[in-house]
């Protein structure tokens, strides 16, 4: 029984997960979700098989698939945000941790993947053409958030109460003799307030509340996403002139959120350094430097994310909104005090149990011996830190928004390789194009093209006639010539579309150019 537990706590998340997200990068979903369900062989399915899965099918163009796995994995954390509010103290500690190891904790998944269920939920919505339900779950994510910030609090108040209480010197990875420091203490990553807020979900977020036509709720998305992003064009363009747009929307123009993604989210790996505990020993108290297992995430490469991309032969620049890399590392910042408890503790309960087994094995004679020294291999052996991770998750988030017409268009991303060209076509007056490259491959989405919206488009007049005064009773109305530029509108529209060349307008320009 032992033996197979140690060789359990062994394996981390993320050589499991090496088959998955290899086949995900190199360009082939079926085979990374092939490689998902040979891992996941148990009836009862965790957050991050839900997770992981929704993500590929994602890629595959299953929306609707996708959209139930995610929807599966908000059930299991809004369990985490139930116990959150009513029971706290249940979710900062658990037996097993203080035994073994993290992994044996219950996974409700990272901050920043809490909330993140919320955006793709949202896109796979947009996919499917549901602005209704993509607002349901920017509103979730936000009440999400609240929960988050409120537990987090109370944690780190739990943690320094924890490490007190027990005397544990070491209560920061910066007294960490050994670790890389410099992953965490990165500027860019602690200039980031907390782990699950992020600038691309809020302007997504202000984008879909436009949309709908609610300019009040969507200005508090933008702001919210410039705080976080300050000095991006693009953020402070989306503010501006937020009502005109709304009030005056131009039938041939359609009003395009690209989103881009790029790479992968991070992995977390293990790294064992000491720390200095109170052991008992036969004297009392001794400082041992102790073995423990910590966390470490390495900085990811962020060159294939692009500076700009090209939509109908013309250069389109593109703002780098959001780094997962940097959000996992906050993540792992917040969480470190507590997982130094965690880990102290344990480290402590087991030079007890070891001490007292030392001292009693000589009665044992050889098999007290050798008792002895299998709980010293096991105790290193399961002294493993936790790497789950959604792996599948994009690793960076860019966006560019542009007004297009109505109609056909090809979009270009620069790559590695070669470039990498999707065509999209446009109706209605809002829409978003989310584009993710992984490996060589470049995958799509849209909201779905409506072609009597786009007929209707291309036949209205550039600008909607003005109101006409009613005719009084008895007298003949003037003739309305609302028809007559209606039909030349569409001669021109016409003769407008057999062009390839297609002007791209600024989104902070009028809505009537």
């Not at 509103?139 to 958030?145: D, V």
């Amino acid at each position: 029984m032992a033996a197979g537990l140690i060789a359990g706590c062994a394996t981390g998340y993320a050589n499991k997960a090496n088959s998955t997200v290899g086949a995900m990068q190199g360009g082939n979903p079926d085979l990374a979700l092939q490689a998902l369900e040979q891992q996941n062989p148990d009836k009862d399915k965790d957050l991050l098989y839900f997770l992981e899965k929704g993500e590929l099918l994602r890629m595959k163009g299953s929306y609707e698939a996708s959209k139930e796995s995610w929807l599966a994995a908000d059930e299991k954390v809004r369990g985490w945000e139930e116990q959150a509010k009513t029971d706290p103290s249940k979710l900062m500690g658990d037996i097993g941790s203080f035994v073994l190891n993290d992994t044996t904790r219950r996974y409700d998944g990272r901050d920043y993947e809490k909330t993140f269920i919320n955006l793709r939920l949202a896109l796979d919505h947009l996919a499917i053409g549901d602005w209704d339900s993509a607002r349901t779950e920017i509103k979730k994510m936000h009440e999400r958030e609240a929960i988050i910030a409120e537990f987090r609090s109370k944690e780190l108040e739990g943690a320094k109460s924890s490490a007190e209480a027990k005397g544990l010197k070491t209560t920061s990875f910066k007294e960490l003799n050994g670790y890389p420091v410099e992953t965490l203490t990165d500027p860019q990553v602690q200039a980031l307030k907390n782990s699950y807020e992020s600038a691309v979900a809020n302007y997504l977020a202000g984008f879909v509340y436009e949309s709908l036509g609610e300019p009040s709720l969507a200005a508090a998305g933008y702001r919210k996403a410039i705080e976080m992003r300050p000095g991006e064009p693009v953020l402070e363009d989306g503010l501006k002139g937020l009502d005109g747009r709304v009030r005056a929307r131009s039938p041939k123009l359609v009003d395009t959120l690209i989103v881009i993604e790029s790479g992968s989210a991070p992995a977390i790996t293990s790294m064992t350094l000491p720390i200095m505990l109170p052991i008992p020993s036969t004297s009392g108290l001794s400082i041992i430097a102790t073995p423990i297992s910590w966390p470490v995430i390495r900085p990811a490469d962020s060159s294939a994310v692009p500076s700009s991309i090209t939509i109908d032969g013309k250069a389109t620049p593109v703002a780098l909104l959001t780094s997962v890399d940097q959000m996992a590392r906050k993540a792992l910042s917040d969480e470190m005090p507590g997982i130094i408890a965690r880990s102290s503790v344990r480290a402590i309960t087991r030079g007890v149990a070891q001490k007292a087994l030392d001292d009693n094995s000589g009665s044992m004679g050889a098999f007290g011996s050798l008792l002895s020294l299998a709980v010293k291999v096991g105790s290193v052996v399961t002294e493993v830190a936790d790497e789950r991770a959604w792996r599948t998750l994009p690793g960076f988030f860019s966006v560019a928004r542009v007004k297009l017409p109505v109609g056909a268009h090809t979009i270009t991303l620069p790559s590695g390789a070669a470039p990498l060209t999707r065509e999209v076509k446009l109706s209605g007056n809002y829409a978003v194009v989310t584009m993710r490259t992984s490996g060589p491959s470049l995958y799509l989405a849209q909201t779905p093209y409506d072609e009597q919206k786009a007929a209707l488009a291309l036949a209205a007049p550039d600008v909607p006639p003005p109101a006409t005064k009613v005719a009084k009773a008895g007298k003949k109305a003037a003739p309305n010539n609302a028809v007559k530029a209606a039909a030349a509108a569409k001669d021109k529209a016409q003769a407008n579309a057999a062009d390839k060349k297609k002007a791209i307008v600024p989104v902070s320009a009028s809505a009537n150019q």
